[in-house]
């Protein structure tokens, strides 16, 4: 299974400069595999966050939630490969 992500995003309401570096915008990723997420942070973000993956390319939209809380600091997570159920097979 392949999905183009339209918007992956690793942040709470309060991480003000959290940006994830990869898998970017756009990229495909095939999450069957297990797939590295990697960000960058700074001091005054949140010490934890949460990875949801993003589709709003197709409808209905979805957001999956993946792993969390994560400790901000780690800079890069392993999201171990599974189907999930509902996405779209590119």
């Known amino acids: ?4 992500l339209a918007f992956i995003s690793a942040l709470l309401a309060t991480a003000k400069a959290i940006q994830v570096t990869q898998p970017a915008a756009g990229d495909t990723v ?4 297990d797939w590295e997420v990697t960000w960058t942070s700074v001091s005054t973000d949140s010490a934890q966050i949460c ?3 993003s589709n709003f390319v197709d409808y209905p939209p979805q957001t ?3 792993q969390g809380p994560l400790d ?3 800079g ?3 999201v171990g490969g599974q189907c999930y159920t509902g996405l779209p097979i590119r």
């Open 72 to 74: 901000t600091t780690l």
């Open 51 to 53: 990875l949801y993956l």
């Open 64 to 66: 999956i939630f993946l």
């Open 1 to 4: 299974m392949h999905l183009t």
């Open 76 to 78: 890069s997570t392993v």
């Open 30 to 33: 095939d999450v069957s595999h």
